[in-house]
């Protein structure tokens, strides 16, 4: 298994921080936000900042239909942006969106267009989902308007491929975005289990700390 190196939080934020004023102007004002608000370690956890789980439903994370669980029909080859969404222990429905990186991706297309290194088995019917926070420095990725069969991060021009496991076609990414298994529930998707490997910023020790923390409250 792979082993992520432990990076300085404070150290990594700090670089980030200056890396992000240099480069300010060629940014999306919300995926800055994002990216400075997602780096840092995962304390005073709270249900609605812990990671997507089996079982959870992913959500509309913008526009008329925010909030609302996200249907098959509602998807395409382009990216939709959701939350996911779970019950805590008193039942309480919580859509997990104080956490930025649990941003999630998710598209539908032709079954026969994924390919490795895509886990096909956390998929159905050629609906994928993917976090949606960049590899690189935590900002959010987007659909790509000059390349459309890309993704693209508008930050520093990190490039992945959505049909072949989110793997780093450009830039600096030094990873693929994490695939997020799912099931179709009805007209809903469902997770089936947390994301294939740590979202940006923790190393895989603090991810393991940070799912089995999940599971206590
Ligand atoms: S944050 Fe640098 S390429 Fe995405």
């Known amino acids: ?38 780096v840092r370690p995962p304390n005073r956890i709270t249900f609605s900042k812990l990671p997507a789980v089996g079982g959870d439903t992913l959500v509309h994370a913008e526009g008329d239909q925010s ?7 509602d998807l395409s080859d382009k990216i939709t942006r959701a939350w996911p969404q779970g019950k805590d222990k008193n039942g309480n429905v919580v859509i997990k969106k104080d956490e930025p990186n649990n941003l999630l991706i998710v598209y539908k297309f032709a079954p026969d267009q994924l390919v490795a290194p895509t886990n096909l088995q956390a998929t159905q019917q050629g ?26 991060c508008p930050c520093h021009s990190g490039a992945y491929d959505p049909r072949a496991g989110c793997k ?13 298994p799912i099931k179709l529930d009805g007209e809903g998707v469902t997770a089936t289990g947390p994301l294939e490997a740590p979202y940006f910023g923790l190393t895989e020790s603090d991810w393991k700390a940070l799912l089995e923390e999940a599971k206590t409250l």
């Open 1 to 38: 298994m792979t082993k992520y190196r432990r990076a300085d939080p404070e150290i990594s934020r700090r670089k980030f921080i200056n890396v992000a004023l240099g480069t300010a102007g060629a940014v999306g004002g919300l995926g800055l936000v994002t990216a400075l608000a997602g």
């Open 67 to 73: 909030g609302q669980p996200i249907k098959v029909a």
């Open 127 to 152: 609906v994928v989902a993917y976090s949606g926070i960049c590899q690189h420095l935590g900002c959010q990725v987007g659909d790509n308007a000059s390349k459309p069969e890309t993704i693209l």
């Open 168 to 180: 780093v076609i450009g830039g600096p990414p030094p990873k693929p975005l994490p695939q997020l």
